[in-house]
């Protein structure tokens, strides 16, 4: 509409200033309205050939990227059908099968000592029979570990103050063969009993890593935080096999934190340490959870890689350790390693932890565990088992 108005005032100078007749006046201004839609509509064509070479351009980089995967699985498959003869050691596929295989082995391992045959006798524990309901709970854990009903739930740490999510952590959550949930407080006491903690922290890794792989370039500074239970870091068969799929991974450093409890922490054995720090050294972070003592010595963490601790609220507002909150968090930021408040439950320990400059809260507060949308079950094209069968 602003070249009819202009096309009019051309007009009227025309007519009054310039004395013009009328119809001469009209004429030249119908000659500079027709100029400037001329004008706007050739600005309109640029525009639309500027979006749509945009858009070719942005068809032609899909068709290039999924050029490129369609020959990584050529390739990756040609590897898993000539048997092994062929397979290249840096392939990701083949490097998670192998790792995955060495966990079915575990299940395996524990079914050829007995624990998982219930049809007969009931698991012994320390001499006593195990009631029923342990008997089957530890029957659905199996049955779980075969049937991949193993399932990734993840929960936020937000940074305070704006509560906007800042990291993941990954939690396991079982399913028994009506789909029914199982709760860790149910099922990881009687995990670390029969030894398959480990397993479970395992296949609940690999699943973070699945996350990690269709989630691709989006959110770059989001990072998953990752349990590895004691019974992992001692399998001789699993752990090898972890520390090379790592190094051979280094893309997962940015987005993968190990996270050990403190007591596994201080008691991890020289071997353990040089492997860890193997990772450390390319880039992997780790974090401690399962404060009891802030008693530690934090440039001793940042030596071995730790770039982040977590303390609950309650032990952080207790005062039982003699140690101030804010005097922790400075001597942590001192080395680099951020404070996260854990087991947030209410507003009132919000306001606290803010009076410390705690930059990071984890808790039901911000969000509870839920199901990640990357780990539908019905995504799997085959069980872990026959994936394994097939190699």
Known sequence: MSYILVAAFVGVVAR???GLDLLLAVMIAAVVALFFLQVHALILRRRERRDADHRMMALYEDYQSALGAIKDLRADLGQLQDGGGARQPDSELVSELRVL????????????????????????????????SQSELLTVIHSALEENRVDLYLQPI?????????????FSRVRDGSGAIIFPNDYLPLAEESGLIGTLDNILLFRCIQVIRRLGPRRPNVRFF?????????????FPQFIDFMINNLELADRLVFEFSQADVRRHSREVERSLASLGR??????????????FDAAGLAARHFSFVKVSADLLMSGRSGI?????????ARHQIDLIVEK?????EVIEVLDFGVEYGQGYLFGEPRP?????????PMDLKTALRDM
Request: charged share 35%; glycine share 6%.
């Open 344 to 348: 947030i439950e209410d507003e009132a």
């Open 158 to 170: 937000v940074r305070l103050p704006s509560r906007k999510v800042a990291f993941y952590e990954a």
């Open 282 to 295: 390319r880039g992997f972070h780790f974090s401690m959870d399962h404060v009891t003592d802030i008693n």
């Open 324 to 332: 101030a909150a804010e005097d922790l968090r400075t001597s942590l």
């Open 226 to 238: 990752c349990n590895i239970a004691s019974g992992s870091l001692e399998d001789q068969d699993f």
């Open 101 to 132: 295989q060495t966990l079915l082995a575990q299940v395996a391992a524990r079914e050829s000592t007995g624990t998982a045959s219930f049809a007969d006798e009931r698991p012994q524990r320390d001499g006593k029979t195990l009631p029923g």
């Open 372 to 380: 990640s949308r990357d780990d539908d079950p019905r995504d799997e």
């Open 16 to 18: 009054r200033i310039l």
